[in-house]
């Protein structure tokens, strides 16, 4: 009798006891949520639901004033744009909800998807160790980017696009892994085996590419690896079945109207933008692979067929691939080998492995984790004051950027603003157009152009009349600018001076 209660208490307390360090993660995020600091690229995601919410049919370009498409108009954006529509709440009130969102998705999805890789009842315990891995096992050096779930990272882009994606890949990855095996049960329904729940799967991958393209090829190498790994393997009638899913996935990319999917397949110039990628590798990304990739070569050993070692050849491959290549934007699928090799380290400590392994991996992990909370303990600073964290902690606080709210007072909606590159990317959250987008536009043909105009409006060298036909070239009605970046005189008759900014950064009016 004590034998069988000590077998039903351990779980219970091992789930206990990651529940509370998981419990804190996800509240620390909640409470980032409220604040929403702002870095990245939450300008473009802010403009993008502005201009739906303005126009649902034909938004144009989120950055410039062009009748453009653009690949930021994907299904979870038209919908955030339709919330804002009905409900009048701010794109940044809707980027809130859309947090939460995505954040609910990814926890839900991390719990099902680890439900269907182990055999154990409930699969709390695995769950709750795989989320801790996923946000705290990364390296000694911080790593921030969109696509990459480490905590600091998330706190800074759970409201994009890439976190509801991701959160959607999980989910999609376990239901196509029940899809399989409920596949040869007869009677099974659309949860199963049937067409309806194949051509599903189908519908949810093409909203996971459309959504965020570079999280969408992650998708699909998970996707390969669940069938690739698929026990038994999968019949005549199932293959038919996942070729009428991918049609239907393709044919929803093939019909989405608010931009052309596979256009983007042969855009270019995003290749030194990755090459960071590529660098600092065991920095960035050590804990994750010294502790993965022994556990994936433990599941390998025990399975040839294993899903998430095949799931992380896939994605080193790839990523392999891109460095030898010097396709860096292909960097971005590495998230295809740091996922399965996170959720090994967790499923190792729990699996059917000899225990004094477990009892390895778990001292081992357990360092790991630890080192890699203390590596991301600045994200607390977008919580709590930084002047009450202790001086160690606050040192490895990053403050986020200001903002351009201080504008809006006078700049309305569809105004057009001329800046730099860095204000071009947050000016536009707030309702105006500027005159370059601040961001790569593959869809904008004169994107070149107007580049080019800018950088002769502040260049030294350029005469007044040039930079007065280049503001009335493209109907700018403000120009934002420091005193040092050049342009028309302050005290030119052509610009009032309207309003002044965050480290002396100044809003001027063109006049006539």
């Known amino acids: 009798m004590r034998v069988a209660t000590n077998a039903v208490i351990r779980p219970s307390a091992r789930a206990a006891a990651l529940a509370a360090p998981a419990l804190l993660l996800l509240v620390l995020l909640l409470l980032v949520i409220v604040r929403l600091p702002w870095a990245g690229d939450l300008g473009i995601h802010a403009a993008t639901i502005e201009r739906l919410r303005h126009d649902l049919a034909d938004p144009g370009n989120p950055l410039v004033d062009a009748d453009t498409p653009s690949p930021y108009y994907s299904p979870w954006t038209l919908l955030l744009g339709c919330l804002a529509k009905v409900t009048g709440l701010s794109a940044f009130a809707v980027l809130r909800g859309a947090a939460v969102a995505g954040l609910a ?69 376990a239901l196509l892994r029940r899809a399989l095996r409920g596949a040869g049960r007869r009677g099974a329904g659309w949860r199963g085996a049937g067409w309806p729940g194949f051509l599903g799967l189908g519908v949810l991958w093409s909203v996971i590419l459309l959504s965020h393209q570079f999280t969408g090829v992650v998708a699909s190498f998970g996707g390969l690896a669940m069938v690739l790994g698929a026990r038994p393997w999968p019949t005549r009638g199932v293959l038919l079945r996942l070729a009428g899913a991918l049609a239907l996935g393709l044919a929803v990319l093939l019909a989405w109207p608010y931009y052309s999917f596979f256009d983007l397949l042969g855009v270019g110039d995003l290749e030194e933008i990755h090459r960071s990628l590529y660098r600092h590798l065991l920095s960035h990304f050590g804990l994750a692979l010294l502790l993965g990739v022994p556990a994936l070569a433990l599941r390998w050993r025990r399975d040839r067929r294993d ?82 964290l202790p001086a160690p902690v606050a040192a490895k606080y990053r403050p986020p950027w200001p903002g351009y709210r201080w504008i809006t007072p006078q700049v309305r909606y569809g105004d057009v603003v001329l800046a730099k590159t860095f204000p071009s990317r947050q000016m536009p959250a707030y309702g105006p157009y500027t005159v370059a987008p601040g961001y790569p536009d593959f869809f904008l043909p004169d994107q070149e152009e107007r580049v080019a105009a800018v950088r002769d409006y502040f260049a030294p060298s350029t005469p007044r009349a040039a930079r007065l036909d280049i503001l009335r070239r493209y109907g700018v009605r403000w120009v934002v600018a420091y005193p040092s970046d050049g342009g028309l005189r302050a005290d030119d008759p052509a610009l009032r001076r309207a309003a002044t900014g965050p480290r002396g950064q100044v809003l001027y009016e063109v006049r006539g």
Do not use: K
Request: contains cysteine.
């Open 307 to 388: 899903p998430l070692a095949l799931f992380f050849l896939l994605g080193a491959a790839m990523f392999a691939a891109g460095g030898l290549t010097g396709h860096y934007s292909w960097g971005r699928v590495l998230p295809a080998a740091l996922i399965p090799a996170q959720l090994a380290v967790a499923l190792e400590v729990f699996g059917a492995g000899r225990a004094g392994v477990r009892r390895g991996f778990a001292w081992l992990l357990g360092a790991a984790l630890l080192l890699g909370a203390w590596t991301q303990a600045g994200t607390l600073g977008y919580v709590v004051p930084r002047d009450a």
């Open 105 to 173: 998705l990814l926890v839900t999805g991390v719990r099902h998807f680890v439900g269907t890789l182990t055999d154990r009842r409930g699969a709390i315990a695995p769950a709750l160790l795989a989320l801790l891995c996923l946000l705290l096992l990364w390296g000694p050096g911080l790593f921030t980017w969109s696509g990459f779930l480490g905590l600091n990272s998330l706190a800074l882009t759970v409201s994009y696009p890439s976190t509801f994606a991701l959160g959607l890949s999980f989910h999609f990855w």
